[in-house]
């Protein structure tokens, strides 16, 4: 069993700042990458950006700039820093995890966290 515990939406003024954290554990041997995702209304969910173990970082070009994801691996905590939000940022954000479950299965799994609701609005 995982899980994952994400924390830090709200209602923000546009140019505001919030930030996300979503910590996982569980049955987790590794963690290989950690992302977030979001939905708007209305809209299939997209990637916002993911982290990989190493660092390695890829965000999605409408928050460049504005967003900074990072992580805590030892906590198995990955975070969303969100500068300069606007209302189009408004969305469900859900948090992603790619984990190992032992040392001896190589397989990789997905988990999601339940997701949590950013709201730009004035």
């Known amino acids: 069993q995982v899980q994952l515990v994400e924390s830090g939406g709200g209602l923000v003024q546009p140019g505001g700042s919030l930030r996300l954290s979503c910590a996982a554990s569980?049955?987790?041997?590794?963690?290989?990458?950690m992302g977030w995702y979001r939905q708007a209304p209305g809209k299939q969910r997209e990637l916002v950006t993911d982290i990989t173990s190493g660092g390695s970082t890829n965000y999605a070009d409408s928050v460049k700039g504005r967003f900074t994801i990072s992580r805590d691996n030892a906590k198995n905590t990955v975070y969303l820093q969100m500068t300069s939000l606007k209302p189009e940022d408004t969305a469900v954000y859900y948090c992603?995890?790619?984990?190992?479950?032992?040392?001896?299965?190589?397989?990789?799994?997905?988990?999601w966290g339940q997701g949590t609701h950013v709201t730009v609005s004035s």
């Open positions: 569980g049955s987790i041997f590794s963690i290989s990458a």
């Open positions: 992603k995890v790619r984990y190992r479950q032992s040392w001896y299965n190589k397989r990789e799994y997905d988990y």
